[in-house]
């Protein structure tokens, strides 16, 4: 790593105060490119696996608008993939690494995805609140990271939370038809709530009470991201719970409640050792997700093969 | 793996209205122009359409940023856009209301 009082470096913190964007051949500290591969190739692999489980249910959806609408999510989200994935690989560049290293330390578990995309869609129900809420949680981050200090990764976030506001309102249908309809569909829906509430407060990663990580404190330093966990959550809690107890849906925590005067949320805690087990590959669906992957990408190599052969002669 | 595969990056613009410029949209990775007008297309068009797409080499881009134009944004350079020639309206306005003369302005010159 540069000594942090070299000419170059205190240059680039300048930069970074000052408020300009990054871009991938600008000089950076090793630490800087560091932090981004790490969040990026996260986030750009957890939007692959995040199409898998709605993914489950585009043979299952209960109308044809319904299959196409969820088929054009899905389909979305392996694009902000590719978009992130190409990021990810500029930033790697220098290091000799590609997408295949990405695959590669994915199914290694040396490369973790989202938490709330190891979990099990049983019900038409998850498949509404995973667009709801799911990319609801999403869409408060990302909005945060518009402002990230890197160029390409913040650019890549306008166009992907541009697509988010599609996936809100989809989901949002879905739900709203569920809490509009018989008893028994705002009973699937109140069950799903159920099930994802927890992994939705995990969303946003453990609080930090009063101790930053250093890999936090690197984050905003850098100018990386401005928020933290908690400040994230409770953004979270104040845009979707009254919204959420406006359909009648009872929030499967009683001690939550809201400071009238601070304004903070209450609420219990998720199991912070099972989020640890989730994103260690030990969650509901973490193993079937993974083979599933794994198997398309090893079913699919003999096609990145041809088609590398198709390169046309180098000019 | 010896036989890595690789593919290239290609910059992808999209014209959106016969009348606009192509701008500048993202990048992908192909093996082939065609295979890049391809995932441009799925990409960055599928909700808006395009009017024409274009494809281009990463390597082909040659370019100039910041330190590049150090040194040649120093002088304000006002003549280059019409900020030096506002006062041109007023001017029409007064000799809309008091023509010159064949000799000139009536009150020799005008008052600014
Ligand atoms: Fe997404
Ligand atoms: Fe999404």
Redesign the pocket.
């Known amino acids: 790593m540069e000594p942090t009082d070299s000419l170059q470096y205190q240059q680039f913190m300048e930069r970074i105060n000052r408020g300009d964007r990054i871009e991938a051949e600008d000089w950076m500290p090793d630490d800087y490119r560091q932090q981004l591969i790490r969040l990026i190739s996260m986030h750009g692999i957890s939007?692959i696996m995040?199409a898998l489980p709605e993914k489950e249910w585009v043979p299952k959806a209960p109308t044809l608008f319904r299959k196409l609408a969820i088929m054009a999510k899905v389909q979305?989200?392996m694009g902000?993939g590719q978009l992130l994935i190409r990021v990810a690989e500029d930033l790697m560049a220098p290091l000799g690494k590609n997408r295949e290293d990405l695959m590669e330390d994915l199914f290694t578990g040396r490369l973790k995805f989202h938490n709330v995309f190891h979990m099990a869609t049983p019900t038409w129900a998850d498949a509404g609140v995973i667009g709801w809420l799911v990319?609801g949680a999403?869409i408060i981050t990302q909005g945060m990271s518009l402002s990230c200090s890197y160029g390409p990764y913040a650019r890549a976030l306008a166009r992907?939370v541009e697509?988010?506001g599609f996936?809100i309102q989809h989901g949002e249908s879905i739900c709203m038809e569920l809490a509009e309809g018989t008893p028994v569909q705002r009973q699937m829906l109140q069950e799903s709530l159920e099930r994802w509430w927890p992994a939705l407060l995990m969303f946003f990663g453990p609080p930090e009470g009063n101790q930053l990580s250093t890999h936090q404190q690197k984050n905003l330093d850098y100018k990386i991201r401005s928020k933290t966990n908690e400040e994230l959550r409770q953004k979270f809690l104040t845009k979707y719970v009254p919204r959420i107890r406006s359909l009648g849906l009872v929030i499967p925590d009683p001690t939550l409640s809201q400071d009238p005067v601070t304004k903070v949320w209450q609420y219990a805690q998720p199991d912070w050792t099972l989020f640890r087990q989730i994103v260690n590959n030990q969650g509901p669906r973490s193993q079937a997700r993974l083979g599933l992957r794994q198997m398309s990408y090893q079913e699919g190599q003999w096609v990145r093969r041809v088609l590398a052969m198709t390169t046309p002669a180098a000019v | 793996m010896s036989d890595a595969i690789s593919f290239d990056v290609y910059e992808v613009f999209v014209q959106l209205e016969p009348m606009s410029a192509h701008q500048h949209q993202f990048n992908v990775l192909a093996s082939s122009p065609e295979m890049a007008l391809e995932l441009g297309y799925e990409n960055f068009c599928r909700r808006t359409g395009a009017v024409s797409l274009w494809v281009v080499k990463r390597d082909a881009i040659h370019k100039w940023t910041q330190d590049n134009f150090s040194g040649k944004e120093r002088l304000a350079k006002t003549y280059r856009t019409t900020e030096d020639y506002k006062y041109l309206k007023d001017k029409w306005r007064h000799y809309r209301e008091n023509p010159m003369t064949q000799e000139g302005p009536r009150n020799g010159r005008t008052a600014d």
Do not use: K, N, R, S
């Open positions: 939007e995040g979305d989200e902000h990319d999403a992907i697509e988010e996936h």
